[in-house]
């Protein structure tokens, strides 16, 4: 039984005592002290009910704070705002790298006649030693906003000539473009009309079908890998 109902319990049988002696007895000195019983029993009765009201408030106040805490916190109707967990762990966007391979130049390079020519040529039907060549920009495009760390690139299948090296330890920063000069060059016995025939691709068929893969990392130190394949005379990003 708590304190207070205790404490109404006495109270209440003294004055009921009390009220009974000034009964029985018809003494008047008994009527103060009955009325003074009566409040004070009355009053302390108040308190109590009072004090018993404000902690069921402040419980329920708790409860729901702690509530809060330990759901999903979100900004409530009409701006109120609850508290976040500091437990929780925030998703962070990783780097996107993607890869452009630009044709900016083709040519053939006569590198001497072939010992295969009869010992009468027609004109524009000898065989030569062609040097064909495809000039390259390579572009790395950050399309994120996360800045990307230690950029690799490497080869599946048939490789260019030439590509352009990226220092050990690099970073390419959010929505940024890096651009290395690369080309292939490849020797073909053939007339002039065919090597220019060659030529025409964008791509030279010794690299169909060649993926490039792009390693690299966020700040976390978290490990990504773009592929690019060449396809069909097209390079094809797959994130």
């Known amino acids: 039984m708590k304190l207070s109902n205790i404490i109404l319990t006495v109270g209440s049988v ?16 008994f ?17 109590f009910a009072w004090k018993n009201q404000g902690d069921n408030s402040n419980k329920s106040e708790t409860n729901s704070v702690k509530n809060s805490i330990s759901g999903n916190n979100n900004v409530q109707a009409g701006g109120n705002v609850t508290i976040n967990n500091p437990n929780e762990k925030k998703t962070k966007l990783r780097p996107i790298v993607e890869i452009e391979l630009k044709m ?28 064909l060549k495809w000039e390259y ?19 599946e299948g048939n490789k260019l000539s030439y590509l352009e090296k990226l220092d050990k330890i690099n970073n390419l920063p959010a929505n940024s473009v890096k651009t290395l000069n690369a080309n292939f060059v490849k020797m073909e016995e053939c007339s002039s009309n065919e090597a220019q025939q060659k030529l025409k691709s964008k791509f030279p068929p ?25 396809q069909n005379d097209e390079l094809i990003n797959e994130i």
């Open 14 to 29: 003294f004055v009921v005592f009390f009220a009974y002696k000034w009964y029985k007895s018809g003494d008047p000195t």
């Open 104 to 131: 900016t130049s083709k040519g053939q390079r006569n590198r001497g006649y072939s010992h295969k020519n009869p010992e009468v040529i027609t004109v524009g039907q000898g065989i030569i030693h062609f040097e």
């Open 137 to 155: 920009q390579f572009f790395i495009h950050n399309n994120s906003n996360t800045t990307a760390y230690n950029i690799e690139i490497e080869f």
């Open 206 to 230: 010794e690299l169909e079908g060649t993926t490039i893969c792009i390693k690299y990392l966020d700040e976390e130190r978290n490990s990504f890998t773009t592929k690019a394949k060449i």
């Open 31 to 47: 009527e103060p002290l009955v009325t003074l019983l009566s409040s004070l029993v009355t009053a302390i009765a108040y308190y």
